[in-house]
């Protein structure tokens, strides 16, 4: 049974720090690439942060410089360091994974995603 479990999400003011994890079991996490997607009430859900299975990373603009995305191969678990948190980062943070161990620009979309954890909720008060 897949599961992708996140954890670490929480309400913050403005300026703050978050961490999120995502702990992934019944696959061969290792042969996916992995990405967190958010989703805010009245928007569609985006993608934030696209990790090769080799390590290359991608980020959309609206985070560069602020999230690093990481991966723990060997504890099969993503990790999603947040700072410089913005109300407008206020969104349900989804882990998700893609079968292969790559990327491309046509495949960083929702049907392109074979999992999804349940996500976990970030609040950026100002």
């Known amino acids: 049974q897949v599961q992708l479990v996140e954890s670490g999400g929480g309400s913050v003011q403005a300026g703050g720090s978050l961490r999120l994890s995502c702990v992934a079991s019944g696959y061969g996490y290792n042969d996916y690439a992995m990405a967190w997607f958010r989703h805010a009430p009245g928007k569609e859900r985006e993608g934030v942060t696209y990790?090769?299975?080799?390590?290359?990373?991608m980020y959309a603009d609206s985070v560069k410089g602020r999230f690093t995305v990481s991966r723990d191969n060997a504890k099969n678990t993503l990790y999603l360091q947040m700072n410089s948190l913005k109300p407008e980062d206020t969104a349900m943070y989804y882990c998700?994974?893609?079968?292969?161990?790559?990327?491309?620009?046509?495949?960083?979309?929702?049907?392109?995603?074979?999992?999804w954890g349940e996500g976990t909720q970030v609040t950026v008060s100002s």
């Open positions: 998700a994974a893609k079968k292969g161990r790559d990327w491309t620009l046509s495949t960083m979309r929702e049907a392109f995603i074979d999992y």
């Open positions: 990790i090769y299975g080799y390590g290359a990373t």
